[in-house]
């Protein structure tokens, strides 16, 4: 039994009928598999990218009532002390920071919600060149009366 529709191995398989021309071999299904995965990435992407928008405004995060420097981590609490001086930055302008959106990708992380949460729980901007560089620049340029809007479009600039 050969032709179209013809197993090209072994008795015919009457279950299904499976034209031969579209038998995948491994190394074909094998090559198929890069593109599966880009394609349900894709797919998958407005799922998280809508609750990220709903957490941002503008793309920087807007500024929570009542928000404070409580939850920053102390020079006690980090891993790396070389961070401490920077956290003591944030620990003086939460309100500045809470603001920014960190340029460094910690945005979908569930609990992450602007620059602050970086140096809140465990601490990550203390291992983050980028996170330490964002609150670097929004205290100097705090302390020189820029407005909030300001400093994000010099973050943006920057980092972005």
């Known amino acids: 039994m050969y032709g179209p529709f013809a197993r090209p191995h072994g008795p015919p ?14 190394r074909r299904f094998l090559a198929l598999i890069p593109g599966a995965t880009a394609a349900a990435v894709v797919a998958a992407r407005p799922a998280w990218a809508g609750l990220v928008t709903r957490l941002i405004q503008d793309g920087h995060p807007t500024p929570r009532a009542g928000v404070n420097a409580g939850k920053v981590l ?7 002390a070389d961070a401490a001086p920077v956290f003591d930055l944030v620990r003086e302008i939460p309100q500045v920071v809470d603001g920014i959106r960190c340029h460094c990708g910690c945005v979908p992380i569930p609990g992450y919600y602007s620059l602050l949460s970086c140096y809140e729980g465990v601490g990550m901007a203390q291992h983050c060149e980028i996170c330490q560089g964002q609150a670097r620049l929004a205290h100097k340029l705090h302390r020189q009366g820029w407005s909030l809007e300001g400093i994000r479009s010099a973050v943006d600039a920057a980092f972005g």
Request: net charge neutral; with cysteine; charged share 20%.
């Open 74 to 80: 102390t020079a006690d609490q980090l891993h790396e």
């Open 13 to 26: 398989f009457y279950g299904c009928v499976v034209p031969a021309y579209r038998s995948f071999t491994r």
